[in-house]
Structure formats: C-alpha cells, structure tokens
Nanobody
Framework: QVQLVESGGGLVQAGGSLRLSCAAS????????MGWFRRAPGKEREFVAT????????NYADSVKGRFTISRDNGKNTVYLQMNSLKPEDTAVYYC?????????????????WGQGTQVTVSS
C-alpha cells in the first residue's frame, strides 16, 4: 500500500501564493508519475497538473498554466504544487495522486492512489 498525505493548504487572499506538498509513504517507488487534482464545491474533481517520474515532463490544466508549478523531490518522496496569483475560483480541496505508470496523465482513471486532500480557500 501507498499512503499520500497533502499539506500546505489554507486561506489566502486573491493574488497570493501557497505551496502544497504531498508526501508518499509505504511501498513507495519513484518510477511513477504524480498528479494534482482539485474539487470545488458542487463540481466534479478536475485535473490540475502532472509530472513524470523523472520530473522532466509536466502538463497543466489551461486554467492554471503560467500560475502553478508542479515539481518533485524523489529523494524525499514528495511532490509539490507551487500556486501563485491565486484566484477565488481556485478555491477547492486539492488532492495528490500516484499514476499507474511513469508517464504523465491528465485523467482520473490513470491514477490508483489518492490522498485525503487539503483545503485551499482564496478570498476576494
């Protein structure tokens, strides 16, 4: 089993920044891509960003391109999501997930382990 624990969420004003972390434990391996998703109130969970197991390849949702950056530290089994220029519409519970392979993926079904989520609230 793999456990994923997110941290770093909170309340921030529009235009501010937050950095989310996702620490993996258990039967971890660095040979998997990782992703961040989010679920806003009353909406479906949506893709935010993904990073390959090497860290070389990344992909972002159009809504966060240029504002969010995903990165990873394989030595620490941790994935990060740096969020800048936050907007009220970024308010959501953010989840990290481990992909089923080492390549980047933007759909839920390509992920097999999920964290419990961390709340991000952006005030206007």
């Amino acid at each position: 089993q793999v456990q994923l624990v997110e941290s770093g969420g909170g309340l921030v004003q529009a235009g501010g920044s937050l950095r989310l972390s996702c620490a993996a434990s258990g039967r971890t391996s660095n040979n998997y891509a990782m992703g961040w998703f989010r679920r806003a109130p009353g909406k479906e969970r949506e893709f935010v960003a993904t990073i390959s197991w090497t860290g070389v390849n990344t992909n972002y949702a159009d809504s966060v391109k240029g504002r969010f950056t995903i990165s990873r530290d394989n030595g620490k089994n941790t994935v990060y999501l740096q969020m800048n220029s936050l907007k009220p519409e970024d308010t959501a519970v953010y989840y990290c997930a481990r992909a089923r392979s080492g390549t980047i993926a933007a759909v839920n079904r390509m992920y097999d382990y999920w964290g419990q989520g961390t709340q991000v609230t952006v005030s206007s």
